[in-house]
């Protein structure tokens, strides 16, 4: 099974500098099994500049399985109902991801980009 962990553009020269795939303030990395789900959550829920998504494809076997668990969709209209959702309880280095499948993908939401923009503008009058 692969699992997918989207992300900002903005993180993901972070990722390499790192050396890894850093858990959040939960301690713990998301996934999808399905690479648009997890595309679609960063872009929906946590891209607020409208910025590229890029996607990481990890083959779940190398990793510790004591560390994979069931997670669940924290979006509370419902929007990702069904997706099935996966987390990990520590860092996964590069040495682990399917480095031939990295995918770069534009944002659907790029307005937002000018609405961030006309805003910052508006403050500095």
Not at 21 to 37: M, N, W
């Amino acid at each position: 099974m692969f699992l997918y962990h989207a992300t900002k553009y903005s993180n993901y020269e972070k990722i390499f500098d790192d050396g890894a795939i850093k858990t959040g303030s939960e301690g713990l990395i998301y996934f999808t099994t399905q690479e648009a789900h997890s595309v679609n959550w960063v872009d929906l829920t946590n891209n607020i500049y409208g910025e590229d998504i890029v996607s990481f494809r990890i083959d779940a076997s190398n990793l510790d399985q004591s560390k994979v668990e069931d997670g669940i969709d924290h979006e509370p209209s419902g929007l990702f109902k069904g997706i099935t959702v996966k987390t990990y309880s520590d860092d996964i280095p590069i040495e682990h991801f399917d480095l031939d499948n990295i995918m770069k993908y534009k944002s659907k939401y790029p307005e937002r980009k000018e609405l961030q923009k006309a805003m910052k503008k508006r403050r500095n009058k």
